[in-house]
């Protein structure tokens, strides 16, 4: 015996008297060694972990086999064929490939997990304390919203995990590199495949490019290599549409079915000039009372009985009027959308008048269903009313495929709990997003009118980032309707951006050198784009 270990082994060209490199299970010994103080470190961010964890096996527990809304029938079987981008189906059926529906919610509750810790670790390479990052990772963990959706067999979580995970890719060192930008650029546009709003998300990306990058040169250069890969899955995406329904889009829905119920509602129809064989479109007052969602989608609704004029075509007309309302009052429509907007920064969680009703997002003390697409029988099979042809047809009625989960079960006790949290105050306060919102548009201006250095430069491009993706995502979403499904990007974007916006407005102590962790790491000279 030589007394030699297998790593020293493993490298006999190693110089003398150097220290062998540790092995996997040296590597993962050491890291149980430091998990102890790392979690006493960082124990308001592990507490807060473990109570949304908590919050998401309860969730779990009270309802099985998952929480089915009408839009889920789209991505387990293809009803509404075009209306929204399928882009959800591939993890939802890779995960359904091995196992049913409490797998895919479980799976998404993770995500959920995971998100905060990312957004953590995030921050705290920024030079976040410990107690800011812990407060901006508190609304995806306890927010009662965010875990009801994540119960639901809905593409959100995996929208805000693609927000997040871009973020992360351009965030990891403090000039990214060429490798992370084209990822960011691929989970991003992905994330547009997912929910179509996250075309928006190319801005923000630009934006935070071009503010990071050394010098005006290697900014364009980082900017086209982002936008290249951005439409790259979305580019992918439309090619499949094409080859498979001969419709070059990511989801067939017309623009002005989409906004026509935001237009209509914000018109004041008796001064709206417009031809007489429009004036259908104009709903009452009581119709306008039902809100947007209604004007969209309800069967009784102006839009849905609208017979344009011999010669003419439907969608046009109702483009035209669409474009009329938002020419002619566009005071109005902005306004609209403002005050829906408004609705994020409230004290409490209530029904907008204009949007789908918040109940569809809160725990109930019994399964929910919804009219004749999501029904339970007494026995507890769940029936689906499907619509599988585009812009409707016969209704095809089917129970839900038994290895999918099986019968509709509710642990009242823990659902009743669960309702009674959400609805108690179990959501982040309006005022607190405010908070956030006001402190990430300030970071975010320090940097274009007094651009700082060192840590508050990296600080406030990355709250750029963050806010500009919020900012991005929800003024799209608001602009067509107001839900609060909408508005729980929110809680992955703005408590982060808030959070690096106060510690880019915060001077630095004066006389009081830069710690270790402070200091910028040193960026790398701006090389010619070839």
């Not at 010098?215 to 080859?243: D, H, K, L, N, T």
């Amino acid at each position: 015996m030589t007394g030699r270990t297998r790593q020293d082994r493993a490298d006999p060209d190693a110089p003398a008297g150097a220290v062998p490199r540790a092995g996997w299970r040296a590597r993962l010994a050491k890291a149980r060694r430091e998990l102890g103080p790392a979690a006493r470190r960082n124990w308001l961010a592990v507490a807060l972990l473990a109570t949304g964890l908590a919050l998401r096996v309860l969730a779990l527990a009270a309802y099985r086999p998952a929480l089915l809304y009408v839009d889920s029938l789209k991505y387990l079987y293809n009803a509404y064929p075009g209306s929204d981008p399928l882009g959800y189906e591939l993890p939802l059926k890779a995960i359904l490939a091995v196992g049913n529906l409490t797998v895919v919610v479980g799976v998404q509750h993770l995500l959920g997990l995971a998100m905060a810790v990312v957004i953590y670790g995030l921050l705290r390479r920024r030079q976040v304390p410990r107690w800011l990052a812990a407060l901006a990772i508190a609304p995806v963990l306890l927010d009662a919203y965010q875990v009801q959706i994540e119960q639901n067999i809905m593409p959100d979580v995996w929208f805000e995990a693609l927000i997040v995970a871009g973020a992360a890719a351009l965030l990891a060192r403090p000039a990214p590199a060429a490798r992370a930008v084209i990822l960011a650029g691929l989970l991003l546009g992905a994330s547009a495949t997912v929910r179509q709003v996250g075309e928006i998300l190319v801005v923000p990306g630009v934006a935070f490019l071009l503010a990071a990058a050394a010098g005006w040169q290697a900014a364009f250069q980082r900017a086209f290599e982002f936008v290249v890969a951005f439409a790259v899955p979305v580019a992918g995406y439309m090619i499949g549409s094409y080859v498979i329904t001969g419709h070059l889009w990511l989801a067939s829905a017309t623009p002005s079915l989409s906004s026509y119920g935001r237009m209509a509602t914000a018109a004041d129809c008796a001064t709206l000039r417009i031809p007489a064989y429009e004036r259908p479109l104009c709903p009452t007052a009581r119709e306008r009372r039902y809100g947007i969602d209604w004007l969209d989608h309800d069967s009784r609704s102006p839009l849905k009985s609208y017979v344009a004029p011999p010669g003419m075509q439907r969608y046009a007309v109702i483009a035209n009027f669409d474009h009329q309302v938002a020419e002619q009052q566009p005071g109005r429509v902005l306004g609209a959308i403002a005050a829906d907007g408004a609705h994020l920064f409230a004290l409490t969680r209530t029904a907008s008048q204009d949007g789908t009703p918040i109940s569809r997002w809160q725990f109930q003390d019994s399964y929910p269903t919804f009219g004749t697409w999501v029904r339970v029988r007494p026995d507890g099979l769940i029936m689906l009313g499907l619509y599988l042809r585009p812009g409707g047809g016969p209704e095809v009625t089917r129970p839900l495929d038994p290895g999918y989960g099986g019968r509709a079960s509710v642990i009242r006790p823990i659902a009743a709990f669960l309702r009674a949290y959400q609805l108690g105050g179990g959501y982040t306060p309006g005022p607190l997003m405010a908070v956030f919102a006001l402190a990430g548009l300030a970071g975010s201006l320090r940097l274009v009118i007094r651009r700082p250095s060192g840590p508050r430069r990296g600080q406030a491009q990355a709250c750029l980032l963050f806010f500009g993706c919020a900012a991005a995502v929800l003024a799209v979403s608001d602009a067509f309707q107001f839900t609060w499904r909408y508005q729980l990007p929110a809680l992955v974007t703005l408590p982060a951006a808030g959070a690096l916006g106060a510690m880019a407005l915060m001077p630095r102590a004066a006389g009081r050198p830069a710690t270790e962790g402070e200091r910028e790491p040193d960026r790398p000279a701006a090389t010619p784009a070839t």
